[in-house]
């Protein structure tokens, strides 16, 4: 059975910011047209106006709806968003790898349903031990094998990893370090109220995706806290 956060974030929830002791109040803008706007999307300036971002969205990204509004056809209507370029949001992440080990050590964990042999894709990435032994465990891979299908992890386990150990982790796994962490860069957006765990946020090197993490604290929920990388802000 796949792990089941206790909430889903409201979209993007605002929690601080980077520079200053305050959240900065948000500001109006004029909205597209026959668009509803949600609390906690994440938006663009398109053509000077807010539009919802979606999975493709990496320039232009001007924060996050502070107030839900239905806008028309007819009327020209302007909606409020926290626009701060160093305000910090805490977001649900999904489509995470989700998995069990066929095996493992106390350095080590053993998955022989890993879908990938190539050495080192999985290095770097967030794993996290939600049942069985180990549970509650949060740890970073230093090293992966693909010939043995081992994650080898920067901290000992309590115990040595098994069947009954159930995990999740954050990445691509097509490109070597092409993974989800504290410090990562590239985070794309599965849609306004998400982030993708599976999409790859490196492509040879370069980032891909808006978004940057700067917090882990809530995985359990299946949550992260990220901020919008500053050159793909409509201010940076």
Known sequence: MAHTASRTSLGFEVIYNKTVTTIPNPVAYELTPSTTFTRGDMVVLTAGKVALAT???????????????????????????????DNVYRVTFVDQLDSTATAGGTDNLIDTNLSTSSNDVWNGALLYV????NAGCMRTVSDYVGADDKLIVTTPFP???????????????????????VGSTGIVLKDEDSIDANASNKDSGADVGPLVCVGVSKVADLMLDVMIKRGCHVFG
Do not use: F, R
């Open 130 to 133: 939600y049942a069985g032994t």
């Open 55 to 85: 999975a493709a969205s990496v320039t232009d990204i001007l924060g996050v709806m502070a107030e839900t509004i239905t806008s028309d056809a007819t009327t020209l209507m302007y909606g409020k968003v926290y626009d701060h370029p």
């Open 159 to 181: 115990s040595a990893c098994d069947t009954t150990t159930k995990y999740i982790m954050l990445g691509d796994g097509s490109e070597a370090t092409s993974v989800i962490n």
